[in-house]
Antibody, heavy 120, light 110 residues
Framework: QITLKESGPTLVKPTETLTLTCTFS??????????VTWIRQPPGKAPEWLAL???????RYSAFLKSRLIITKDTSKNQVVLTMTNMDPVDTGTYYC????????????WGQGTLVLVSS | QSVLTQPPSASGTPGQRVTISCSGS????????VYWYQQLPGTAPKLLIY???QWPSGVPGRFSGSKSGTSASLSISGLRSEDEADYYC???????????FGGGTKLTVL
């Protein structure tokens, strides 16, 4: 059974750096076929893809946020960490991590999401 | 402004068939697989359709996906009250080298 759970601060101040952790179980991030992706969703708006990482350390970032994002993995801990710098109130929203794979089956497994509020 | 374009709203009565469209370009829908997600209030999106027209296990066959050129559609037959939700299309975009989502369609069951 695949499960994922996001964790991190609920409130960050403008200009601060956000660090979110996705802790997962039911799969291993040790092959090039399996990955974890991050997606965020501002209140009342559509989801926005942020970044992905595969087990072979292949990474991709949103073209719109690339300069502010870093994604890393800790295979031994079954964790993926997303760092987003220079936070702004427009970054407020729910941040999700999801299981990804190279078999084009989409994001079938999602975490419950974590709400991040950016405010002074 | 989303890369994929969806109508903001759709509606139907119980038992009806409803279709939601998703328009893109040659860098996404035209050459890549389309995915559809359903989101109920306060929950994470749920995968409904993958690879244009395939069902994950557990998704009823009332939901179906199709694609033609740079547009895709999600059809829901035998509409039920529990289908009232937000629906999003998504695809990989080769120009952006990332996943793009539609702006979402809010489905109301009258």
């Amino acid at each position: 059974q695949i499960t994922l759970k996001e964790s991190g601060p609920t409130l960050v101040k403008p200009t601060e750096t956000l660090t979110l952790t996705c802790t997962f179980s039911g799969f291993s991030l040790s092959t090039s076929e399996v990955g974890v992706t991050w997606i965020r969703q501002p209140p009342g708006k559509a989801p926005e893809w942020l970044a992905l990482i595969y087990g072979n350390d292949y990474k991709r970032y949103s073209a719109f946020l690339k300069s502010r994002l870093i994604i890393t993995k800790d295979t031994s801990k079954n964790q993926v960490v997303l760092t987003m710098t220079n936070m702004d109130p427009v970054d407020t929203g729910t941040y999700y991590c999801a299981h990804d794979s190279r078999n084009y089956k989409g994001f079938e497994y999602w975490g419950q999401g974590t709400l991040v509020l950016v405010s002074s | 402004q989303s890369v994929l374009t969806q109508p903001p709203s759709a509606s139907g009565t119980p038992g009806q068939r409803v279709t939601i469209s998703c328009s893109g370009s040659s860098s996404n829908i035209g050459t890549k697989y389309v995915y559809w997600y359903q989101q109920l209030p306060g929950t994470a999106p749920k995968l409904l359709i993958y690879r244009d027209d395939q069902w994950p296990s557990g998704v009823p066959g009332r939901f179906s996906g199709s694609k033609s050129g740079t547009s895709a559609s999600l059809s829901i037959s035998g509409l039920r009250s529990e289908d009232e939700a937000d629906y999003y299309c998504a695809a990989w975009d080769s120009s952006l080298s990332g996943v793009v989502f539609g702006g979402g369609t809010k489905l109301t069951v009258l």
